[in-house]
């Protein structure tokens, strides 16, 4: 959890070192909403309705260009199946018009907790992947976000029965400071 910590902080402050580019400050934000999550497997599992919650921080690169990194607690997997993750996302941002923007990047989850003991054994602690989304952000400070997540990582421990990867759809409100 150590390293998961220090890997944040490490892309927060990358962040602050391309936002001296520019004369805007950093942006904080909150965000939260719904998750539709589902294993990619072999097997056939129903999805499952969660969650998520956390923070942002959004940095002007250079023009329309944005890097927003994330924290959030997110409850995904399958019906009877959820894990929760502490999720980081390094989201690439680009506004198509003002208050639109387009995202993609890179996302680092670590398992916070599963439904019952079985699961947690039987997956990784560790996730990553990719997102993509839409965000639309009013003058007021509100905004409207919808970001697919593609699980790139096998989370299941075990050889058999194929492979098991993350995917969640998560739509949500949030708030910028």
């Known amino acids: 959890m150590k390293k998961l910590f220090f890997s944040a902080l490490a892309v927060m402050a990358f962040g602050f070192a391309a936002q001296a580019q520019e004369d805007e400050f950093p942006i904080v ?4 909403g719904v998750n ?5 497997s072999d097997a056939d599992t ?12 959004d940095m002007a690169l250079k023009g329309h260009f944005h890097f927003q990194p994330e924290m959030l607690y997110s409850k995904e997997g399958a019906k009877d199946q959820s894990i ?6 390094a989201m690439a ?3 198509i018009t003002q208050g ?3 995202q993609l ?5 670590a398992r916070v907790d599963a439904e019952n003991k079985e699961l947690r054994k039987g997956t990784k602690a560790l996730d990553y992947g990719a997102a993509g989304g839409l965000s639309y952000e009013l003058k007021s400070g509100f905004l409207i976000d919808a970001r697919y997540y593609w699980g790139l990582e096998d989370i299941s421990r075990h050889d ?18």
């Not at 539709?36 to 990619?40: E, L, T, V």
């Not at 129903?46 to 921080?57: H, K, M, P, V």
């Not at 990047?105 to 989850?109: A, I, K, S």
């Open 100 to 102: 639109f923007n387009i």
């Open 36 to 40: 539709f999550s589902n294993f990619d």
């Open 46 to 57: 129903d999805g499952a309705t969660g969650f998520y919650a956390g923070i942002s921080l």
């Open 160 to 177: 058999e029965g194929g492979k098991v990867r993350n995917n969640c759809i998560q739509v949500g409100l949030g708030y910028r400071f």
């Open 93 to 95: 941002k680009y506004y």
């Open 105 to 109: 990047g890179p996302v680092l989850g």
């Open 29 to 32: 934000g909150v965000k939260a």
């Open 84 to 89: 929760s993750y502490l999720r980081i996302p």
